[in-house]
């Protein structure tokens, strides 16, 4: 067995140097998954102090345990950026200031974060008090993951922003590009299914629900992009105004949708088509057949 | 660097002295995501013992292993539960009475889990086996936590019925209100994009599938609650007969909704009304448009 | 408190000994649930070697590490077969051999995957580069580990098949039940929500979006297994041709559907018939209502 597995091995290598796509050996020092996951549950912490921790913290602890947090962020950030910048340079950005930068943003998040706590309490009557919100909702995590990765996403960072909200997707199954922009007290319910495009602008008071897609119409594959990976192509993934709320199963698809302020999207709508201000989109009643079941019939579907 | 690292976590407390929404320092203590976490995979261990051990437990061993996890089950809800009645007193409880409680009306859940895992066995033509059932599907593991969340929900605890379910949908996109009140012999197969509001009152013998919407239709936003947090204004969610079946993506909403005994929902239907037994409802098939595909005709959605 | 436990304990092992459904006590060794998580993770750096990785591999290590990794990988997998192969024996076969024959498939599992992961790279505009694709997209991780579970299923091997692709499944959100068979160029963006069907059959180029069911239409719950329990009745899922799209919430059903190569399913679209080639099937726009929302109109649904 030992010596089949050794031949085995070989093989594998012979693989490995073969199969270029999906190998990056000798080659640029990546981004790690595990670093950014780590990273971006420290983050959260930092965000969200004492909804993380398994003990109170009080006022003399805090000082101390947040200045110990930002070290530890802002080597394993850099340490990590370091590796993204190895791999695709940024003139006039280096690791370090580049973290420092990101870092105090964070503190403009914070306070975006605090509308997208409030928009959930408001938005969602199971909802007792905003510890529930921040102790149990996933679609709060997912956009503060989301919020933080925009702001690497708009420095040209390659890869770090991907892979973290490709976490918080992971975790929460809402899956929001790190280029999406995004207003104020943004608020997603139950959210699994959720997908919203890289170039999106959605606005302030945006209400979303569990299987939405925000998603492109476009007759061009080809995405042109600045050197920092920033989409310059037309944009490809709808507008959404103020006061907006988008049912479950909604899909909206094209750079020159736009959904106007205060209209209501009905429940599994696809569309693709512009909506004005203070409209509502609905299916039709007429589409669905209701019919007795006959004695005899056996359904069995999608199983 | 150090400078301005301890500059900047300055700067931190003072937003997290100005922004309450999203922080808890020097306020109550709050139960543990990490903790509920830990706690619930442990009582799935108590509901399903042999199935996510590493090894096989032989008879001698079973009392033995079964005491200590009781015993450790006990202690570390006991701890949660000391905080959640600390953030809200319930009169007449303590952590102590109502852990021994629910430790006592799990015996009553194993038995109607088992039922579940036989409409899992029956309603898969996927499933070979009671273990593959056990082992495997995240439909039985969501309604298991459920089941226990539903009894604390119904003692009135804060806070940890919610997370114990939303950790439950961070691992199987199935999203259970712990409100929701399920008859014997449910399923639901593939499950991701299911959610079941804190309000549903669901029959015996009901099969759902991935993406299906038990959801709200109120004109109202403002749930009346009593002081353990129970709603009290009228219900929300659909009522769901006996022997149901409903297909993918189908979306039931309204608390005055009811589905009949015996019927059938099929895929994608969207329904804010009531139907009555043995009925099945369908979409039209004249509403989709099938057409040969242009030479030229480049087609690109949802990018 | 100590006696109340205790008594507890007996209680919940008299439980255990009564529901046999969801016991294995003094019962087969069933492959564990833990083992196989770990395990796939480890395959999973074998056919992607240096992404998963801290820290750069050079060509001096790689033999190294990859000969340990298979070791490693060898060993797991023939304990965690030897469970499944008492569970459920197949003539002729033993954990070694299959263990053997498995790993050395894998060297075509990895040409395959690089057509994935180039179909990935080509059919998404918002991937950058092969290397953004291999760190971040769940469904190149999805199709990874059901080709590999794929290829236990087609031996026969009971459980743990579906125990990887149900460790898939929670990831990613994506449901690729392991029979299913599937081409090269298999690309799934965004994925939450996607079902695939044990006996579905799926072309080459084929790419679809997230919400996509690809189930079954029956009159029959039973389904004939030969004795290593791979489906003998017929097909119950549908057959996709080659250079098939199919958009977000697509839902698709029957083992006599078939949809024809370069043809396009549209979002949302609900099908049970046969599509032939180069076609286009979408939601007709009648069925939409649009209409002006009334001044004092409150729209609260599916909250």
Known sequence: MDREL????????VSYA???????IEGANLPSKLAVENLTRQLLQLMFPGYMEERP???????????????????????ELDKSLDYRPIEGKDAGNVTLRFLRNLLDV??????????????DPAAISADEVMLAYPGV??????????????????????MMTEWAHSTTGIDIHP???????????HGTGVVIGETCVIGRHVRIY??????????SKHVKRDDGGRALSKKRHPTIGDDVTIYAGA?????????????????NVWLTQSIGDDHVVTFEAQQMQIRPRQRAEAIDWQI
């Open 179 to 189: 280029g999406a922009s995004i207003g104020t007290h943004f608020f997603i319910d």
């Open 110 to 123: 914070r306070h975006i974060l605090q509308t997208d706590a409030a928009a959930a309490l408001e938005g």
């Open 57 to 79: 913290l009080g006022d003399q602890e805090i000082r101390d345990v947040t200045r110990a947090r930002l070290s530890s962020v802002f080597d394993q950030l850099s340490a």
């Open 141 to 162: 995590m997912a956009i503060a993951v989301q919020r933080m990765a925009h702001l690497l996403y708009r420095e040209g960072i390659a890869l770090i922003p991907r």
């Open 6 to 13: 050794s031949k085995l091995a070989g093989q594998f290598c």
């Open 210 to 219: 569990q299987g939405v897609t925000l998603g492109a119409l476009s007759i």
């Open 251 to 267: 899909t909206i698809l094209g750079g020159e949708t736009k959904i106007g302020d205060r209209s209501v999207i009905g429940g």
């Open 18 to 24: 073969k199969c270029g796509g999906i190998n990056h």
